[in-house]
C-alpha cells in the first residue's frame, strides 16, 4: 500500500481540499472482499474525509472488493480544510487495506497547511500521477518441483556450413548457394533438342545464301571500241 498527495507541492491553503492518491495490491495471492478505511489526524479546521474515486465509497470506507495479485487499484480520497485551519499544520492521513486472510496493511500520506500569502499548490494532471514500484512476484524454484523459465525459451546454436571452416561457421554470414557451370550456360541437358535444332535451321539457312551467291550467273562486260573495229 502507498498513500502521497496529489499536488506535486504537498501543500493546502485553509479553505481548500486535500486529496491524497491511494495505491493498494496483493502479491502473494489474489485477494477477495478487499476494504480500504481512511483517517487524519484531528486537528483543528479540518472537514470530513471522503473517497472520491472507489467502486463502492461510504465516506471514510472503500469496498474494492476483489483484487487480482500483482495488480495495482488507484483511490482517491480528500479532506477538507476551513479557513480556520492553522498554517504550518500537518495534515496527515493513515489508509488501512484489509481482506480476509490477508495481512492488514497500511500507510500514511501528509499534506502542509500554508498561509494564504503562500504561492498557489500546483495539481499535476491525472496522467502524471504514477504508481508506485510493485514488489517483485517470486519465481517458483528451478531446482524444486516446479519448472525452470529457462525451459520457456528456444536454445539457439551455430551452425557450421558445409565444407566450411569452424572460423567462418561462427561469424555470422549466411551460406552461399553455388550451381553448376553447365546450368549456366545455353547448353544444358534440358533444352538440348530445342538447341541443336534452332543449330541445324540456321546452318541450312548460311549453306542456301552460299549456293544463291555462287549460283548466280555473271553479268558481260560491255566492250566498246574493240580493236579491228573501224
Known sequence: MAVQPLTSAARVRPGGIATYVVWVWTTRASASHVTV???VARIKGLGKTRFTICPNPDRAT??????????????RVRVKVRKAAEPGRHLKLTAKAQAPGAVSVSATGKFKIVSAASPAPTTP??????????PPIPLPDPSGSGTSPAGLFPTVS???????SAGTASSGHKAIRTARVSDTLPLNTRLIGGQLAGLVVLAAAITLAIARLSLRPQRPLDVKNSPGDD
Open 37 to 39: 478505511k481512511a483517517k
Open 62 to 75: 472503500c469496498t474494492l472488493g476483489n483484487l487480482p495479485r500483482g495488480q495495482a487499484d488507484e483511490l
Open 158 to 164: 551455430p551452425q557450421p556450413s558445409p565444407g566450411g
Open 125 to 134: 494532471s491525472p496522467s502524471t500521477v504514477s504508481a508506485p514500484p510493485l
